[in-house]
C-alpha cells in the first residue's frame, strides 16, 4: 500500500475526469441518459464514503441509506413547500388531497433555502457522530456494527412510510422547481447534472486527502489494529467515528441531490435494499482504493440501467453473482485486480531487486 | 547507536528522583480466580528488570494490569500518578508502553509509517488531517536504534519475525514511553537475534524503565540487571539474578520439589523453553 502519486499527476486526474464530466458526457449523451448519470454520480458519491468508512476504515456500514434518506428527504421538503408557494398554496399538493390543512411544525423551517443547505450539511453529520461515538466507545465493531447500521436502515423505511406527513409510501414526488429553477426545462437540468458532478469532484478530492493525511494511516492501523493503537496512546473510537461522519455527510449531500434528479424520493429508496446496492458497486470496484467505489458505483449503475432494459428480471441475479464473484475470490475487487496483474507482469520480467516479498507470492499463488 | 553514558544496573541508576513505576497490592480476580494476588514491585528508571515464572503465574496479567487491559485492585501509580483505574490509551499517555507476545505490528503499513502513527498520539486534528512530510528526528534515531533504516518504506507485513519485534519496541521508542513492558520479546527468534535484542535493551534500558516477561533463562542471565519471581500469581522471590537463582522458594517452583541448585534450574529452564517453542 503505497499510494504515492506525484502531484502532477494527480492535477491530471482531475482535469481528464472534469473533461470527461463536463465536457464529453453532455456532449455525447442525450438529455434522458445525463440525467441517469447524474443519478450515478449520486450514488459515486455515496461511494466515495463507503470507501473510506469500511475500505479504509473497517466500519461496513450497510445502513447509509439512512443519510442518504435524510438528506432526499429535507430536500425533498424544501422543494414541495417552494412549489406550494409558487402556486399559492398553504401545504403541498399531496397534503392537499391527504386533507392536511396546514404545515406541519417540522416542515416550516425547511421553507427556507439556507436553513435546507444547513441542515442537509448538519443533521446527518451531528446524527452519524453522535451515533457513532455511542457505537465506537462501547467498542461495537464488525458484524455487530453492520447490523446495527442496517436495522436503523430498515426502521427508517418503516418509520417514513408511516408518516402521511412525509407522502407514506409514495414519498415525496412531482418537484418542479430547484431553487427558483424550473426543473422541466432541460437547461435546468443539465445544470443539476453539473452539480451533482463538482459535488462528486470535490467529495473525491477530500476523501483522498482524508486518505493520503496522517489521519488515513491512522484509519488503517485502526481497521488492522484496533487494540494495538489503543496502547499508542489514541482512542480509536474518535478516530473511526470522522470516517463514519464524513460518509454520512457524503451521502446525504448525494441524497439531497438525488431527489430533485431523479424527481422523487421513496422510503423504497432509504431501506435495506439500497443500503445494500450502495456496498456493491464499493466492493467490484476495489473498497480499499480512491477511486475504485466511484467507478464502481457508476459501472454497476450503468450495467444495471443497460441490462435491466433488456433483460429486466435476468439482471439481478447478475449483480448478485458478480457480487458473490467479486466477495468471495476478489475481496480488493476490480482495483485489486490491476495490481495482481501488475505485479505479474512485473514478475515475468527480470526483477531488479532481488527482495523477496511473501506479499507477493502468496497473491500470485492463490489466483 | 546512541552514546550510553548510563548502563541499566539493577535498582535503576538514578534513584528516586525521576520516573518510577510503583505497583502495590495489585490484585487481578478473575471470577474468583486470583490470576495475580497482592503483587507489590518498585521499578526505578534505568532498571532492566526480568519477570519470570512457571505458566500461568501470572506475568501477563501483571502487564495487561498495569496498562489497563484488565481491571485489578490495589494500587499502580507512575511517578505518583495513579493509573489504576485509567483507561488503557490514558495510560499509554502517560508514558507506559508494552509490546505482546505475538508482534502486532500493521503489516499493511510501512515501518515509517508504524513508527509515525507511534509517534502522534498528541497530534491534533489539524496536524492529523495533514500528509506526513518528511521524518521526525525522533524516528530517525528510533529507525537507526533497531536497525531498521534501510527498510523504512518497507511494509511491515514482509519483516521477519525478529524485525517485526524491534519495530514495536522502536515504536515504544518513539512513542515516548519511559516504562517499557515486554511480553516475551524474544520468543521465536534464532539465537543472533535474541543477542541483538538483549544489546538493545541493554541500550535503551540506561534511560528507561524496562520490564521483561521471559522464559528464556539465558537471555535472563545475560542481561537482567534485576530479577522478580511469580509464582500462583504472587511475587516469591526479588533481586540480583544470582541472588533469585540462588533462592530455595524459586527452585522449589522450577523444580517442583527438591531443590538441586542452579543447575536444576538451568534444566527447569531449558525444559520451559522447549515447551514454549
Known amino acids: 500500500m503505497k499510494p504515492f502519486v506525484g502531484r502532477w499527476q494527480t492535477w491530471a486526474g482531475f482535469a481528464v475526469a472534469a473533461v470527461v464530466l463536463f465536457g464529453v458526457a453532455p456532449a455525447v449523451l442525450s438529455s434522458f441518459r445525463l440525467g441517469l448519470l447524474g443519478q450515478y454520480l449520486c450514488y459515486a458519491i455515496v461511494a466515495a464514503g463507503i470507501g473510506l468508512a469500511w475500505g479504509r476504515g473497517g466500519m461496513l456500514t450497510l445502513g447509509q441509506g439512512v443519510f442518504f434518506g435524510l438528506g432526499a428527504y429535507m430536500m425533498g421538503m ?286 500470485g499463488a492463490s489466483a | 547507536m546512541t552514546d550510553v553514558a548510563k548502563e541499566p544496573v539493577a535498582g535503576g541508576n538514578v534513584g528516586m528522583g525521576t520516573e518510577y513505576l510503583e505497583v502495590r497490592g495489585l490484585t487481578v480476580d478473575f471470577d474468583g480466580f486470583k490470576a495475580v494476588s497482592d503483587v507489590d514491585l518498585t521499578l526505578f528508571q534505568g532498571d532492566l528488570r526480568f519477570l519470570i515464572g512457571p505458566n500461568g503465574a501470572g506475568k501477563t496479567t501483571v502487564i495487561d494490569a498495569i496498562t489497563g487491559l484488565v481491571s485489578a485492585s490495589g494500587s499502580v501509580s507512575k511517578s505518583g500518578v495513579e493509573l489504576l483505574g485509567k483507561r488503557v490509551h490514558q495510560i499509554a499517555r502517560h508514558g507506559v508502553g508494552r509490546t505482546f507476545q505475538t508482534a502486532s505490528v500493521f503489516e499493511q503499513l510501512t515501518v515509517l509509517q508504524n513508527l509515525d502513527i507511534a509517534a502522534g498520539a498528541g497530534r491534533s486534528w489539524w496536524t492529523l488531517l495533514r500528509r506526513r512530510s518528511g521524518v521526525l528526528p525522533a524516528i530517525e534515531e528510533a529507525l537507526d536504534l533497531i536497525g531498521l533504516t534501510d527498510l523504512a518504506e518497507k511494509p511491515a507485513g514482509v519483516l521477519a519475525h525478529g524485525q517485526k519485534q524491534w519495530l514495536e519496541i522502536g515504536m515504544l521508542l518513539v512513542q515516548n514511553a519511559d516504562v517499557l513492558l515486554l511480553d516475551e520479546p524474544v520468543a521465536g527468534m534464532s539465537h543472533e537475534e535474541r543477542e541483538e535484542t538483549g544489546n538493545l535493551l541493554r541500550r535503551i534500558g540506561g534511560e528507561r524503565t524496562v520490564v521483561v516477561v521471559e522464559h528464556d533463562m539465558d537471555f535472563m542471565r545475560a542481561f537482567a540487571t534485576s530479577v522478580t519471581v511469580l509464582a500462583r500469581g504472587q511475587v516469591i522471590a526479588e533481586g540480583s539474578v544470582a541472588e533469585v537463582q540462588a533462592n530455595p522458594k524459586v527452585q522449589e517452583v522450577y523444580l517442583g520439589t527438591a531443590a538441586a541448585g542452579a543447575e536444576g534450574l538451568d534444566a527447569a529452564a531449558s525444559e520451559l523453553i522447549e515447551e514454549n517453542s
Open chain 1, 78 to 363: 424544501h422543494l414541495k413547500i417552494a412549489d406550494a408557494e409558487i402556486r399559492k398554496q398553504a401545504v403541498p399538493d399531496f397534503m392537499q388531497i391527504a386533507g392536511i390543512p396546514e404545515l406541519p411544525g417540522y416542515w416550516t423551517p425547511f421553507a427556507s433555502p439556507a436553513f435546507t443547505l444547513f441542515a442537509i450539511v448538519v443533521i446527518p453529520t451531528a446524527i452519524a457522530a453522535i451515533l457513532g461515538l455511542g457505537v465506537f466507545k462501547r467498542r461495537v465493531k464488525g458484524a455487530y456494527f453492520a447490523i446495527l447500521s442496517q436495522a436503523l436502515a430498515a426502521a427508517m423505511a418503516i418509520l417514513l412510510v408511516g408518516q402521511a406527513t412525509l407522502g407514506g409510501s409514495n414519498g415525496l414526488n412531482g418537484f418542479r422547481t430547484f431553487f427558483g429553477f424550473a426543473l422541466s426545462d432541460p437547461v435546468n437540468r443539465q445544470m443539476l447534472y453539473f452539480i451533482a458532478a463538482a459535488t462528486l469532484l470535490v467529495v473525491v478530492a477530500v476523501t483522498r486527502q482524508l486518505m493520503q493525511s496522517r489521519y488515513g494511516e491512522l484509519l488503517v492501523a485502526v481497521r488492522d489494529g484496533e487494540e494495538r493503537v489503543r496502547f499508542l496512546g489514541y482512542d480509536p473510537a474518535n478516530i473511526k467515528v470522522v470516517a463514519y461522519t464524513a460518509a454520512a455527510l457524503f451521502a446525504s449531500i448525494a441524497g439531497a441531490l438525488f431527489a430533485p434528479i431523479i424527481g422523487f424520493i421513496t422510503p423504497a429508496q432509504v431501506g435495506i435494499l439500497p443500503s445494500i446496492a450502495f456496498l456493491i458497486g464499493v466492493a467490484i470496484g476495489g473498497r480499499t482504493t480512491l477511486l475504485g467505489p466511484v467507478l464502481g458505483a457508476v459501472g454497476v449503475a450503468w450495467a444495471q440501467t443497460l441490462f435491466s432494459e433488456r433483460f429486466p428480471s435476468e439482471w439481478i441475479y447478475a449483480q448478485g453473482l458478480l457480487f458473490i464473484v467479486v466477495v468471495g475470490f476478489f475481496p480488493a475487487g476490480l482495483a485489486g485486480l490491476g495490481v495482481l496483474l501488475r505485479r505479474r507482469r512485473r514478475r515475468r520480467d527480470p526483477a531488479p531487486e532481488p527482495d523477496p516479498e511473501p506479499e507477493e507470492q502468496k497473491v
